[in-house]
């Protein structure tokens, strides 16, 4: 509409949509062949705003270029860190999404897509056995649902007065539990890290005499925190036997199982996630076992009353809301940090619906089976030793003859290369090489081609002799 900017009339929105969905489709499309880092030097200039807007391929291209000057996190060789590849799908359904614009802070706003988002939540909590009371909240990632799964924890067992409070967790929980800590207000004094087993799993006998020895000293200890799969390793605390403890003590059980935790979808998964069933608070990242786009992460709790009161103004009379009855739904808002929220449930009900749970189940099946192979195959590299075998679908390695630096220099040669792309990680002061599987789009021949890359530039480096 001339005069209208900011409002296209039916002919532009279908043009810019075709044009879009054209660059998307060929960069996925490009994915299996594209380098894993931009080149050497690479460098994008971006325009700043102008008073003129500009014509809508040239500021695509211009997205374009800016999109390619990354580290290649959507393509199938990439190990590095925990990959997320985006789906297709997920991705179309949030354009949906954001299209439409619906508001679900408050269900009373957009009740069927309120429903839409806790059909999964629903699903999520029967498949770890959570009671059919549970409920949750999806959020924008592991650290918001992290916060408020801790801040649950905090307000149930230790209401308004923080004083002495102490939460249990291992070296190995990821760092946004601690930052999480932080924010909440708790010194670092309130982080008791427990000893971690050989196979750096939570050593759950001196957790207990820990609880026990700050109970003697006056302390309050009100959470311990499980991993399901480190973000470091891939280790999985014993989670039955935490829950035991947590049982024993009072403690909240909190479960972190951010990068593990779809695997529960799978027969080994879940029979590695025993006692999950019995978290207090569980938290997931859907843009991680799920394969969805960045930005999405779960909280589900066994009692969503005690997530809405730990959330709770302290004054809960609000007038600007006052027609807006409450009903059977939930109001996330109510049970997160945030007031105004997106519809985000749309990302993970498509796919789901779409594709069905068993291509998700067969795909993490997949990813378990592809990092065994790894294991086997990079053990079998002269020079090389692995870490234990996977629990999950991480391996960790080194070449011990070359020594913290020689290792660095084989984790940078190996990525330079640009056909694939691994991380590090430290354990017991020994810098460790890190592949970690779990792209949608990583099939065996990826897997394949990455440990070529490995065995070829531990050769180049002089090999040395296996174990």
């Given at each position: 509409m001339v005069g209208f900017p900011l409002e296209p009339d039916s002919r532009s929105m279908r043009e810019m949509g075709e044009s879009a969905t054209a660059l998307l489709a060929d960069f996925l499309a490009g994915l299996d062949k594209a380098p894993t880092v931009p080149p050497d030097g690479a460098a994008v200039r971006v325009t700043r705003p102008q008073p003129a807007g500009a014509a809508f391929d040239e500021v695509l291209g211009e997205f374009r270029r800016a999109a390619a000057w990354a580290t290649e996190t959507a393509g199938p060789r990439h190990f590095g860190f925990i990959p997320g590849g985006g789906l297709f799908t997920s991705a179309l359904a949030e354009y949906l999404a954001r299209g439409f614009n619906r508001c679900t802070s408050v269900a009373a706003m957009a009740p069927g897509l309120v429903a839409v988002e806790n059909s999964v939540v629903e699903w999520l909590a029967a498949e770890?056995?959570?009671?059919?009371?549970?409920?949750?909240?999806?959020?924008?990632?592991?650290?918001?649902?992290?916060?408020?799964?801790?801040?649950?924890?905090?307000?149930?067992?230790?209401?308004?007065?923080?004083?002495?409070?102490?939460?249990?967790?291992?070296?190995?929980?990821?760092?946004?539990?601690?930052?999480?800590?932080?924010?909440?207000?708790?010194?670092?004094?309130?982080?008791?890290?427990?000893?971690?087993?050989?196979?750096?799993?939570?050593?759950?006998?001196?957790?207990?005499?820990?609880?026990?020895?700050?109970?003697?000293?006056?302390?309050?200890?009100?959470?311990?925190?499980?991993?399901?799969?480190?973000?470091?390793?891939?280790?999985?605390?014993?989670?039955?036997?935490?829950?035991?403890?947590?049982?024993?003590?009072?403690?909240?059980?909190?479960?972190?199982?951010?990068?593990?935790?779809?695997?529960?979808?799978?027969?080994?998964?879940?029979?590695?996630?025993?006692?999950?069933?019995?978290?207090?608070?569980?938290?997931?990242?859907?843009?991680?076992?799920?394969?969805?786009?960045?930005?999405?992460?779960?909280?589900?709790?066994?009692?969503?009353?005690?997530l809405a009161r730990s959330h709770a103004l302290f004054d809960d009379d609000v007038p600007y809301l006052q027609d807006l009855a409450a009903g059977e739904l939930p109001d996330y808002a109510e049970l997160g940090i945030e007031r105004t929220r997106e519809f985000r449930g749309l990302r993970m009900w498509l796919p789901l619906r779409l594709h069905g749970v068993s291509a998700f189940r067969e795909a993490l099946d997949e990813k378990l089976d592809l990092a065994a192979h790894a294991h086997r195959e990079l053990s079998a590299i002269p020079g090389v030793v692995c870490g234990p075998p996977p629990e999950l679908s991480t391996v960790v390695f080194s070449v011990p003859a070359a020594g913290n630096r020689g290792n660095q220099v084989l984790r940078e040669r190996i990525n330079a290369r640009a056909e694939a792309f691994f991380s590090s990680t430290a354990v017991g002061g020994r810098y460790l090489l890190r592949m970690c599987v779990l792209s949608v789009r990583t099939h065996a021949g990826h897997v394949d081609d990455a440990v070529r890359v490995v065995r070829e530039e531990v050769q180049r480096m002089g090999g040395g002799t296996n174990r």
């Open positions: 770890f056995g959570l009671p059919a009371s549970a409920g949750g909240n999806i959020t924008t990632g592991g650290s918001m649902a992290n916060l408020s799964g801790l801040l649950a924890a905090r307000h149930d067992r230790l209401g308004d007065d923080l004083a002495g409070g102490t939460v249990y967790l291992t070296a190995q929980t990821n760092h946004c539990v601690p930052k999480a800590m932080r924010i909440m207000g708790f010194p670092a004094s309130a982080i008791r890290t427990v000893p971690s087993t050989p196979d750096l799993r939570m050593d759950v006998e001196a957790a207990r005499s820990m609880i026990r020895a700050d109970r003697a000293a006056g302390l309050r200890p009100f959470c311990v925190l499980a991993t399901a799969g480190t973000t470091s390793t891939g280790a999985v605390d014993p989670i039955a036997a935490v829950a035991d403890l947590a049982a024993r003590e009072d403690l909240w059980l909190h479960v972190d199982a951010a990068y593990g935790g779809f695997f529960q979808l799978t027969e080994r998964g879940r029979r590695g996630f025993e006692g999950v069933e019995r978290a207090d608070s569980l938290v997931l990242d859907p843009h991680k076992g799920m394969f969805l786009p960045y930005g999405t992460g779960m909280l589900l709790v066994r009692d969503p009353a005690v």
